[in-house]
């Protein structure tokens, strides 16, 4: 068995995915790191994991991007949330009562989000949505956003939600087509 180690960040550089995902995808596969000191972080504890490891989580990666299934749950296989392409979502939050309320954001599962959501928010609704990566998300906010009244985080009050529809389509039309 081969005993070279390799450092989770070093795996998600490798593997062009947040260490987070590494993270998730190791769990999933039952792989667990191992921590050492390592003198190029600044005396750090960094986890590494095996290069036969670091192999199998490569691998479920290339079969969650390669497998043929349909938009919905390509987030969510196996338990596997990929956390770095998802969609912005342009959601009411009371249509009848606050028309001009709503909520702005990034999911990577838009039915899971909502239905959280919908714990406080019980009449909310889906106006619509958009593929997204999450790097884009606080300047798609900041966008498609600007002259609405801040309220919260991610939820803002306009004079008309017609405005922020039409800011959210324009920004993503401009922006590179996600595969």
């Not at 987030?75 to 969609?87: K, L, P, R």
């Not at 909310?124 to 990566?133: P, Y």
């Not at 922020?164 to 595969?179: E, G, S, T, Y």
């Amino acid at each position: 068995m081969n005993d070279e180690m390799i450092s989770v960040i070093e795996a998600g550089r490798q593997l062009e995915r947040r260490k987070s995902t590494i993270f998730k995808v190791m769990k999933r596969l039952g792989i667990h790191s191992q921590k050492r000191r390592d003198s190029s972080s600044g005396n750090q504890v960094v986890a590494y994991l095996t290069v036969a490891d670091f192999v199998r989580v490569k691998d479920a990666l290339a079969a969650v991007s390669s497998a043929n299934i349909d938009e919905e749950e390509s987030n969510n296989v196996d338990g596997f949330v990929s956390a770095e392409v998802g969609v912005f979502y342009l959601i009411q939050l009371e249509p009848e009562h606050d028309p001009f309320r709503f909520k702005v954001g990034f999911a990577a599962n838009l039915n899971d989000r909502l239905r959280v959501l919908k714990c406080s928010a019980p009449f909310s609704t889906v106006v619509n949505s958009w593929k997204c990566r999450r790097l884009w998300e606080k300047t798609a906010i900041d966008c498609v956003t600007f002259g609405c009244e801040r309220l919260h985080t991610e939820v803002f009050r306009c004079s008309t939600l017609e405005s922020v529809l039409a800011r959210c389509d324009q920004f993503f039309k401009i922006m590179p087509p996600i595969q």
